[in-house]
């Protein structure tokens, strides 16, 4: 506390005002595979949309049910953790973008200076087609070499715009002294025609044009009309290697472009739109529409492909779909760019690269280098070989498979692995859930078991498929599987009993809250599904719910539909946590009291800090009192359970007890006969 010493007027202000949090207790994981999307890490789903953004559309392909289940139980909640697993050997997709020089003339070099009025015509072809419906016409007004060589720089343009050329001066840089023209388009399949003449109606030629020969160096020999053709980087050999390769940012065959039976394109590409000056549009379509837009260029002033699509800098948002490198000598490459545009490809990557202007003779370190125009389809993504249970389980020191769920910051409250019923995977999720105390896991028998004591067998770890009992109130059975439509394959299909389980769960936590039995009329009713795989009576049901077993039947009432009729965890014992509706309930008192009463560790275990507990505890089980998921509740946080043995080992206890509110879940009516005489 502040001691005062001199007179005056002090405030003080201290926060008392200490209340429980909140928790959401609707926070789904779900573990599986897909065709696209990060892999190995818990990511952040709140649509339906940015499901398929992110790990793509769900298909029968695919292992398991991870993605179809997330579909449904999106429709309840908009917060969900998908984890991809990753298949041994999965590949990302790729595309090479080539790199090229672009045509360009010389005009009024030191050599061959041309001071008089000069008059050019201009067209620029790619792959044969004018870009120009009439050639472009420009006339340079006489003066000194170095004065008409800005001449056409300022005329002509400094930046390639719609007109596809620009004039450029530079007599430091690259030792190029005049006026030069470049194409605005670079390749092998772009040519630029110039003719240049000494009279307004262009009928005189004059001989004062210069092209750039095959080093990259303009031309002796002076003409008045040139055709000049552009260069694509070629790979002759190792040392001539260059180019950018796209990759997706992740493994998978969802990245790969190609067509769907109905016509339209799926999978993504890296297309190359000519823009103004020495930049590129890197334009990333993902099932034939544009999704991203990136300016590239390979000079400083500009940003290479790593620049902008892997960091997002240079104003650019960074890409979610890939990744770019430049590469060199068959290796990626950390290179500096060029100082202009003009300058000589060597001065990328210091060595000499060869291009190919479409002659066959290489072009040595060609000038005016762009990328390409065009668009390149990626291919060559895989999936890896999906190995359940290897890939699915994962490994608890790298935090992967189901092991990525194993995060307190997550707030996962439920999680499933649908589709998937190998015990190793399922007891593996269970085990988690135990073990973190953090969330209930949801399961299911196979699909094609027939009968409901195959069901009973399978739960109780006495079939060829499990061999070892579900023993956990973290965890809850659900069966029989259940016919639903699938939008994406336009047929019914049959769907783990799980992906409803924990879609009603949430549901429950929408209309009511956690500690609702997430079963019955009100909250269980499935208005999805069709059918279920085997049709269970109130004697199928009285075995699955009693006598030790803990399957929870999903069944198909004739008038009332098709509803989950049970709510037992997978606890064997007879105790309230036998119950789903306990076990949800005790998860978000858990992690409410670790969220709200972190604040007292390293404060003075006394009275005082004691009294603080309670004033924080008390709210959070009366509040959940009053929405009826206790009947009673006392906290005690005193010298009877901090005793000075307790508080010697630097340690505060805290005992709570509580009445949770049992599920009616047997309504009885007592019917009774009375005679005639009887009154009431």
């Known amino acids: 506390m502040a001691n005062f010493v001199s007179p005056g007027v002090y405030v003080i202000e201290k926060d008392n005002s200490d209340y429980p949090v909140s928790i959401n207790p609707s926070v789904v994981g779900v573990v599986g595979f897909a065709n696209q999307g990060p892999v190995n890490t818990a990511t952040l789903i709140t649509s339906q949309e940015r499901l398929f953004q992110q790990f793509g559309n769900p298909t029968e392909a695919i292992t398991g049910q991870g993605l179809e289940g997330c579909v449904e139980i999106l429709e309840t909640t908009n917060a969900l953790y998908y984890v991809r697993a990753a298949g041994t050997g999965s590949l990302d997709a790729s595309a090479v973008i080539p790199i090229g020089g672009c045509p360009a003339f010389q005009v009024s070099s030191n050599q061959y200076g041309v001071t008089a009025d000069l008059y050019l015509k201009v067209q620029v072809a790619v792959g044969g087609v ?32 719609g007109a596809s050329v620009a004039a450029y001066y530079d007599d430091t840089a690259t030792g190029l002294s005049g006026g030069y023209v470049a194409a605005g388009y670079a390749g092998s399949s772009v040519v630029l025609t110039v ?59 969802g990245y ?128 890896g070989s999906e190995t359940v249970p290897d890939d699915i389980v994962g490994n608890s020191i790298n935090k992967t498979g189901i092991y990525a769920l194993d995060n307190d910051t997550l707030n996962i409250s439920m999680a499933i692995i649908p589709g998937i019923t190998d015990q190793n995977v399922q007891n593996t999720l269970v085990n988690l859930g135990e073990t973190s105390q953090n969330f209930l896991a949801a399961v299911s028998p196979p699909q094609g078991l027939t009968t409901v004591q195959q069901a009973i067998d399978w739960t109780n770890g006495q079939s060829d498929e499990r061999t070892a009992a579900i023993v956990s109130n973290y965890a809850a059975v659900y069966w029989p599987w259940v016919k639903t439509f699938d939008g994406m394959a336009s047929r019914d299909r049959w769907y783990d009993p799980a992906i409803f389980a924990i879609r009603q769960m949430a549901y429950t936590d929408d209309v009511g809250d956690p500690w609702f039995a997430p079963a019955g009329v009100v909250r269980g009713r499935l208005t999805k599904p069709t059918d279920v795989e085997v049709s269970v009576n109130q004697g199928d049901r009285d075995s699955m719910y009693s006598g030790g077993n803990v399957v929870n039947p999903i069944v198909k009432f004739p008038q009332q539909g098709i509803m989950i009729f049970g709510q037992r965890t997978a606890q064997r014992n007879p105790t309230a946590l036998d119950r789903i509706n306990v076990r949800r309930m005790l998860i978000v008192i858990r992690k409410s009291l670790l969220s709200s009463t972190r604040r007292f560790v390293f404060e003075p275990n006394d009275a005082t800090t004691w009294e603080k507990v309670v004033n924080v505890v008390n709210p959070l089980l009366d509040d959940i009192r009053r929405r009826r998921g206790i009947t009673d509740y006392k906290v005690v946080c005193d010298e009877t359970v901090n005793t000075p043995v307790r508080v010697d080992r630097n340690e505060l206890w805290c005992k709570v007890l509580i009445k949770p509110t049992k599920a009616a879940e047997i309504v009885i009516f007592e019917l009774n006969l009375t005679s005639q005489s009887a009154t009431f």
Not at 213 to 233: E, L, M, P, Q
């Open 130 to 161: 004018d870009k120009f419906v009439a050639p472009k016409s420009f006339a340079i007004p006489a003066g000194t070499s170095t004065d008409q060589a800005r001449a056409i720089q300022k005329i002509v343009g400094g930046a390639l715009d």
């Open 195 to 253: 003719s240049s003449y000494s009279n307004a109606g262009y009928s005189t030629p004059l001989s004062a044009l210069q092209k750039f020969d095959k080093a990259g160096s303009y031309d002796v020999n002076v003409s008045s009309t040139i055709s000049v053709t552009g260069c694509t980087i070629v790979n002759t050999g190792v040392d001539d290697s260059l180019w950018y390769s796209v990759q997706s940012l992740y493994p998978g065959i």
């Open 256 to 383: 790969n472009e190609g067509a769907k039976s109905d016509g339209t394109t799926s999978g993504y590409s890296a297309e190359v739109i000519q823009t103004g000056g020495y930049n590129n549009n890197l334009n990333i379509n993902k099932d034939g529409a544009a999704a991203e837009s990136f300016r590239l260029a390979l000079v400083a002033s500009g940003a290479f492909a790593e620049d902008v699509i892997n960091t997002g800098s240079v104003d650019n948002l960074k890409s979610d779909y890939i990744k770019g490198y430049f590469v060199y000598e068959g290796a990626d490459a950390s290179v500096t760019s060029l100082p202009t545009f003009q300058t000589q490809l060597s001065a990328l990557v210091g060595s000499p690269l060869k291009g190919d202007a479409g002659d066959g003779v290489g072009v040595a370190a060609p000038r005016f280098c762009k990328l390409i125009t065009g668009s390149k389809a990626l291919a060559g993504g895989y999936n």
